[in-house]
C-alpha cells in the first residue's frame, strides 16, 4: 500500500555509455552533411594528384636488390621501422644470397643477426621456413603470382602485396599497413578496421593501375606529415579534400 505523499519513483532504462571516438564520428559525419562534403569516389583522384606532386619520387623504402631480398626485408620489417631493417641486412644480405644460403642457416645464429627487428624467433622460423619452401616448390626463386606467396610461410596478402607490386610491377592488390590504415580512415576512403576489409574497399575506390603507387604515396604521406599523433595540417597538400583536416580550406 503506497503511502500518502510519496511518489514512487521510475527507473531510467539503462543508456550505453557512448565513447569518445563513437561521439566525434558522429559529429563528424553530421558536419560532413551540412557542408556537403563530396564523397570519396570524387575525391581520390585529386588526392593521388596532389600526393604525386608533393611526393614525386616516392619508392619502397627497404633497401633491395632482388625479389628475395625484398622478401626476407619486408618479412622483418613487421612491428619494426624500415630504417632498422635497412641497418640489419646491409650485413645480412651480403651473407645470405640465395633461397639456399637462408635454408642452411644456423636458426641461433640467425636469430642474433636479426634480433634487433623485434620478434627476431617468429621471424627466424618464418623466413627460413619460407627460403626451404622456395627450394621445394619453386626451384629458389620467388614466385610472381598471390596465391603462390601467400602459401609461403610469413607470407601474408600486406607482404605478398609489396613484393608483386614493387618488384614485379603487378598490381594485385593494396598494401595496407598503420599509414595506409589510418590514413585510408582519416580521409573517408573506409570505415573498417580490419586490414583485409580495407583493401577491398580501397581496390573499389583506387584505380588499378594506382594501387602500389597509392601504398607508397601514403607511407611517405603519413611518415612526413599525416603523423598518427600530431598531423600537420596546416602544411598537408590534401587538407581541402580531407574531411578530417582542422586546417582553413583552401
Known amino acids: 500500500m503506497r503511502r500518502a505523499g510519496v511518489t514512487k519513483r521510475r527507473r531510467a532504462a539503462p543508456v550505453r555509455a557512448q565513447s569518445r571516438a563513437e561521439a566525434r564520428a558522429r559529429q563528424k559525419g553530421k558536419a560532413l ?13 585529386g588526392i593521388v594528384a596532389r600526393l604525386r606532386r608533393r611526393y614525386p619520387d616516392a619508392r619502397c623504402a627497404l633497401d ?19 630504417v632498422r631493417v635497412n641497418l640489419v641486412t646491409k650485413d645480412l644480405f651480403r651473407k645470405y644470397r640465395t633461397a639456399a644460403d637462408y635454408a642452411a642457416a644456423d636458426p641461433t645464429v640467425f636469430e642474433q643477426e636479426i634480433k634487433s627487428t623485434g620478434f627476431f624467433r617468429n621471424k627466424t622460423k618464418s623466413i627460413l621456413g619460407m627460403a626451404r619452401a622456395l627450394l621445394e616448390r619453386h626451384g629458389g626463386q620467388v614466385p610472381d603470382t598471390l596465391a603462390a606467396l601467400v602459401t609461403l610461410p610469413g607470407v601474408g596478402r600486406k607482404t605478398a602485396n609489396v613484393v608483386l607490386g614493387t618488384w614485379f610491377g603487378k598490381n594485385d592488390g593494396v598494401v ?4 595506409v590504415t589510418r590514413l585510408s580512415r582519416r580521409l573517408g576512403f573506409t570505415k573498417k578496421k580490419d586490414a583485409v576489409k580495407i583493401e577491398q574497399d580501397l581496390m573499389e575506390l583506387v584505380p588499378r593501375k594506382d594501387w602500389t603507387d597509392f601504398s607508397h604515396l601514403l607511407i611517405h ?30
Open 176 to 179: 595496407v599497413d598503420t599509414h
Open 33 to 45: 552533411k551540412r557542408r556537403g562534403f563530396p564523397p570519396a569516389a570524387e575525391r581520390i583522384g
Open 221 to 250: 604521406h603519413g611518415r612526413q606529415i599525416c603523423d598518427a599523433r600530431k598531423p600537420k595540417c596546416e602544411i598537408c597538400p590534401v587538407n581541402a579534400l580531407c574531411p578530417s583536416s582542422t586546417a582553413d580550406r583552401r
Open 64 to 82: 633491395h636488390t632482388s625479389a628475395l631480398e625484398l622478401l626476407v626485408a619486408t618479412i622483418l620489417s613487421a612491428q619494426c621501422t624500415d
